[in-house]
């Protein structure tokens, strides 16, 4: 395996909104990779985290990037209970995970706000199991990744209120690390910025700026329309 052989001290597993290649495998597939239960889904994703753990080492640190939507679909709901992400996070740990890198749209997202007003998902990650957490979505931004690059709508800034807003969830115990993307790409000195309390010089992302190479290069109709539900 070539983690093993490049030898790196850590290796992040991909199976977010759009790794078709290592997703939460749908329903629907006939090789034990992919029934409707979430343990059947959970099997592919986990077992190379798996082989991953058993090549590397105890002290490899290895997490897992997982979303609850799909860029193909805004409205699919990959855990449709805790009880369902509760088990995944079981298996997880099981598996041999170091950490859960979650990603949401928005971090400030509720994922089941009937039960709980402001718990994202990974805050429900973190509550349901005893690994360490990233959330990630939108920090510092008004508009999440998709919406962005490719619905044309605009951006603002948001970033002391973002600030603040996870100042308030860390101590709470919703996650362990804030992850950002596009904030990152605009500002490489965010976090020097942020701690030297220059959070008004920060730049606004833009993406024909700064994934000028990218975006100059994307195929119309790359991201299918279904994604594209009302109110999730
Ligand atoms: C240029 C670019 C490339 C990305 N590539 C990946 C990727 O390969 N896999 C992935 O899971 N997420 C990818 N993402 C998503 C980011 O990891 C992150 O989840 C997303 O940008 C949301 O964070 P943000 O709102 O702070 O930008 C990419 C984002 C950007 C802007």
Redesign the pocket.
Known sequence: MLIAEVDPDRAAA?A????QRFQLVDPGRADGFGGDALEDRARYPLAIASEIRARCGPDFVISI?F?QFKEVDYGARVFATPDELGRFVALAEAAGISMLNV?SR?FTKPEWPDQEPTLNIAGWAKRLGRLPVMT??????SS??FAD?FDKQDLSLQIAADLAELARRRPAGEFDIA???????ANPDLVSKVAAGEVDRLEL?RKAVH?KH?MGSMEPGLVEESRKVEGV
């Open positions: 991909q977010g909104d759009h790794q990037r979303s990603s928005r990630i979505g939108s920090v510092g931004l999440d990744i690059l992850g950002i993307g596009r904030m990152l790409i992302f994934l990218l």
